[in-house]
């Protein structure tokens, strides 16, 4: 049976970052893994250069996409976030804070904010990953508004299966399957960041209340969540965005990696 979607309305986009983790991989840093300073930028007020830490990345390509709202999911202990960003004014943004409460995973974090998202559309991407597609969620988005799909994900090459989630996807743009951290395999594509509307929020929220508490360290991904919503009839397509592989900074290696590619950087 196919959800029920009502009519659609003009809504509004509102980013979604979790940031609750705990980059156990990396530890110890002397600061919040999402802080950490990845290649430079132009000054807050345009005229010098300055260093410019991981999540600047990802609120950079929401602002490009024209949005203007995001909530920041933490975890306690991770005050820096705020104190560095504040309310988003340096990034022409406005930006709020909510807690996490369940530990299991990100679709739990995600669903932290689900009061007040649950009438919006969604753009959602991870603060410690790192990616040179600037208008990514401008195609998203516009994919999403103008179609029947409930749920767009983004695509970035993989040479790295056995960290990431692959992606099957049909000739249509519609996903077949996602292996999570497969390993070996002849898929090509993860996704990295990913656009919903009211829908898939709705169908967060009512899987987890389903599901008993966890009583273990065991994690929930959230392609899981998606492949359940695919088998219920939520609409998800995939779309490339990039032919670049994107960069997750989790463990030191790959953190290296990402300062060397993004070190360079042009003056204004």
């Given at each position: 049976?196919?959800?029920?979607r009502g009519?659609?309305?003009?809504?509004?986009?509102?980013?979604?970052?979790?940031?609750?983790?705990?980059?156990?991989?990396?530890?110890?840093?002397?600061?919040?893994?999402?802080?950490?300073?990845?290649?430079?930028?132009?000054?807050?007020?345009?005229?010098?250069?300055?260093?410019?830490?991981?999540?600047?990345?990802?609120?950079?390509?929401?602002?490009?996409?024209?949005?203007?709202?995001?909530?920041?999911?933490?975890?306690?202990?991770?005050?820096?976030?705020?104190?560095?960003?504040?309310?988003?004014?340096?990034?022409?943004?406005?930006?709020?804070?909510?807690?996490?409460?369940?530990?299991?995973?990100?679709?739990?974090?995600?669903?932290?904010?689900?009061?007040?998202?649950?009438?919006?559309?969604?753009?959602?991407g991870h603060?410690?990953?790192?990616?040179?597609?600037?208008?990514?969620?401008?195609h998203l988005?516009?994919?999403?508004?103008?179609?029947?799909?409930?749920?767009?994900?983004?695509?970035?090459?993989?040479?790295?299966?056995?960290?990431?989630?692959?992606?099957?996807?049909?000739?249509?743009?519609?996903?077949?399957?996602?292996?999570?951290?497969?390993?070996?395999?002849?898929?090509?594509?993860?996704?990295?960041?990913?656009?919903?509307?009211?829908?898939?929020?709705?169908?967060?929220?009512?899987?987890?209340?389903?599901?008993?508490?966890?009583?273990?360290?065991?994690?929930?991904?959230?392609?899981?969540?998606?492949?359940?919503?695919?088998?219920?009839?939520?609409?998800?397509?995939?779309?490339?965005?990039?032919?670049?592989?994107?960069?997750?900074?989790?463990?030191?290696?790959?953190?290296?990696?990402?300062?060397?590619?993004?070190?360079?950087?042009?003056?204004?």
């Open positions: 049976m196919r959800p029920n009519k659609e309305f003009e809504l509004e986009v509102v980013g979604l970052i979790p940031a609750a983790g705990l980059a156990a991989r990396l530890s110890p840093l002397p600061c919040s893994k999402e802080l950490y300073p990845v290649g430079f930028g132009s000054g807050y007020s345009g005229q010098d250069l300055r260093p410019k830490v991981a999540c600047h990345y990802l609120l950079e390509r929401m602002q490009f996409a024209g949005i203007s709202k995001a909530f920041i999911i933490l975890r306690k202990g991770k005050w820096d976030i705020p104190a560095y960003l504040g309310d988003g004014t340096m990034l022409g943004m406005n930006l709020a804070y909510l807690m996490m409460r369940l530990p299991y995973g990100v679709p739990y974090t995600i669903d932290q904010a689900y009061p007040f998202i649950r009438e919006a559309i969604v753009a959602m603060p410690d990953t790192l990616f040179e597609s600037d208008d990514a969620f401008v988005l516009e994919t999403l508004t103008t179609s029947d799909n409930d749920l767009v994900l983004g695509l970035f090459p993989s040479d790295r299966p056995e960290k990431t989630d692959m992606v099957d996807v049909a000739d249509n743009g519609r996903i077949r399957q996602i292996l999570i951290k497969p390993g070996k395999t002849h898929l090509r594509n993860t996704w990295g960041i990913a656009v919903w509307k009211p829908v898939f929020t709705h169908f967060i929220h009512d899987y987890l209340s389903k599901i008993a508490e966890p009583t273990t360290n065991e994690e929930l991904f959230m392609s899981e969540v998606i492949q359940a919503a695919i088998r219920e009839d939520v609409r998800v397509r995939a779309e490339q965005v990039s032919d670049k592989t994107l960069l997750d900074i989790g463990t030191a290696e790959d953190l290296r990696r990402a300062v060397r590619r993004f070190s360079s950087f042009e003056e204004e």
